[in-house]
């Protein structure tokens, strides 16, 4: 092929990479990179906007990041045609190496589809209390293919998406309210009834536990150590915390007061003699 | 009781006492600025105010971190007003009774007033002036936290021997429209909407409660038609957070979205 000008000397191995042809596609994969980031760019700016109002958090993140791989393969294969490079041969070569990839990637790729699992159910959202296998914590971050929970005593942790999916997830925060279960062991010759209203009378002067639902009082069983007693408060979300100290503080109080004891564990001996 | 407030000579505290609940203001002059210390506390301690001359500092058996403080001006006006607590209002009636279909009654319930301290009409603190307690309206996955308060429902005069200097009387009409006998328990008021309005007692907005098969509408009527709130003799302490031209906005909003549901 006959250049116009030469850039190098003739034969010069740089004279037959750096010819006309080779830098008019240069150019094209050039202009269609440009075009192709700038147009991804918008899209995604535009489906972050309407995202934001409609989504939440997740599943916005999610459809994002599906939109943004995809423009990308979109340019380069579209850079690569500019380019005048044959697809077709590259294309047979990319299913043998997606094949091959798909093995090497299979967790990745199980935690991509759980992370679509995980959306659909809803179960829980960034800022949301969870326990999962025995570790508790506030979701942090929710990424396409894993969660990230930020514990109590300031240490990251992440989930895998697949482990959210295999696991019994509980979502501490999800409802408005929560119950504050108590247990208590009294010794047998205990009076129940008046037990049962001193704790009453605790819930009820109790600023942070809620008067609707109304405290659950019951016998649960009577064990060999003493009567188990249960005892419910309900306490909003934001107060949880500070009602679960001041009930307790308060109920180990009235119990001294009203001299009201705890069982313990007690084994009688007997001797025949 | 309400209004502006002239607080006390640098380095003193002076005390307001509302039934069994107090409210402290200490000051500190530093230069062109005073530092304002607020305090509250439900019953009156036995306190003695000293002021260290070296360091001018407050003492009172007040713990430390119960004062709020902030930094104003020496123009700046200092006022005290009602208020309705930041969260709605849950009602829970002494006397329950029953409402026959189609039909409406009137009468009146009343709730506890908040104290808040006021910097040139900008809210800068709010007290209860009796212990707080929260109950949960609607169910366990999707009600609201509210105030808890226990009034009687009651449709005879206004007996000024029910009420303190702090109640406020909310006059209630309630629609029932369901086409069935509706027992009426509990009500739920949302503050943000109503007014303080100041005559023989403090007194809000009427309420009109219209409950039907699709559920329970809160409206906010002016006209009140109760001796010793009347509106033209009264002084409108408090206006409501939402106004009226809000309300309607929401209200056209809200049909709007029923609308296009369909």
Known sequence: MENTFDLFPENNILSQIFTMDTLLKVTRIVIVLLIGLIAIGIIISIIKKISKKSLDTRTSNLVIRCTQYLGIALVIIMSLQAGGVNLTALLGAAGIVGIAVGFAAQTSVSNFISGFFLMSEKIFTTGDWIEVEGISGIVYSIDTLSVKLKTFDNRLIRIPNETLIKTNVINYTRFPVRRLNINIVVPHNSDIDFIENTLQSIAKENAYALRNPEPFFTVSKIADNGIELFFGVWFSQDDFGNGNKSIHKELNKRFVDEKIQFAHQAIAIYNQN | ?262
């Open chain 2, 1 to 262: 009781m309400w209004g502006q407030i002239e607080l006390p000579q640098n380095g003193k505290v002076k005390n307001i006492s509302i039934e069994n609940f107090s409210l402290y203001f200490g000051v500190q002059e530093i230069e062109d600025q005073i530092e304002l210390s607020v305090a509250s506390g439900f019953s009156s301690p036995n306190s003695i105010v000293k002021v260290k001359s070296k360091k001018q500092k407050i003492e009172l058996s007040i713990p430390e971190g119960s004062w709020q403080r902030c930094y104003i001006n020496k123009s700046d006006n200092i006022n005290i007003t009602p208020s309705y607590p930041d969260k709605a209002m849950f009602v829970e009636l002494n006397n329950s009774f029953n409402l026959l279909a189609d039909s409406e009654i009137s009468g009146w319930i009343s709730t506890n007033c908040e104290v808040s301290v006021n910097i040139n009409k900008n809210e800068l603190m709010q007290f209860s002036i009796q212990k707080p307690f929260r109950t949960l309206f609607g169910s366990s996955d999707n009600g609201t936290i509210c105030r808890y308060y226990k009034s009687d429902f009651t449709t005879s005069k206004l007996d000024k021997n029910n009420f303190t200097e702090f109640s406020i009387v909310h006059p209630i009409t309630i629609r029932n429209q369901t086409g069935h006998i509706l027992n009426v328990s509990e009500l739920c008021i949302y503050g943000d909407e109503l007014s303080i309005i100041q005559d023989t007692y403090l007194y809000s907005e009427t309420i009109v409660f219209t409950i039907n098969n699709q559920g329970t509408k809160m409206n906010i009527n002016g006209d009140c038609g109760i001796d010793g709130c009347n509106q033209k003799k009264g002084t409108l302490l408090v206006k409501s957070k939402i106004s009226p031209e809000e309300r309607f906005i929401n209200k056209s909003f809200e049909l709007f979205k029923t609308i296009t549901k369909f």
